[in-house]
């Protein structure tokens, strides 16, 4: 079993910028693909950003060119960072952790940003 805790979200104005950080209880976080997704009140969870164990990376294009996830694999800790946000990135964000096997799909409770106009 994974844990997965997010921290780093808040409020914000447009254009400013917050640091979204997963703390994963896993010695062996080497191994796992992590994601960010984001789910907005009424709307379906989106994928925003992952990052396989491998260290590929691939984004959604309404964040590309604003948003960058990285992985501190000596810190078991996954991040995002956020700058020129806009309101409609306001949204709660969550972890997510797959192992190389797909066998499991872990989520922390998600962490809350949002964006002012």
């Known amino acids: 079993q994974v844990q997965l805790v997010e921290s780093g979200g808040g409020l914000v104005q447009a254009g400013g910028s917050l640091r979204l950080s997963c703390a994963a209880s896993?010695?062996?976080?080497?191994?796992?693909?992590m994601g960010w997704y984001r789910q907005a009140p009424g709307k379906q969870r989106e994928l925003v950003a992952r990052?396989?164990?491998?260290?590929?990376?691939n984004y959604a294009d309404f964040v590309k060119g604003r948003f960058t996830i990285s992985r501190d694999n000596a810190k078991n800790t996954l991040y995002l960072q956020m700058n020129s946000l806009k309101p409609e990135d306001t949204a709660t964000y969550y972890c997510n952790a797959v192992p190389g096997t797909l066998s499991k799909n872990y989520w922390g409770k998600g962490t809350l940003v949002t964006v002012s106009s």
């Open positions: 990052v396989t164990s491998g260290g590929t990376t």
């Open positions: 896993t010695s062996i976080f080497t191994i796992y693909h």
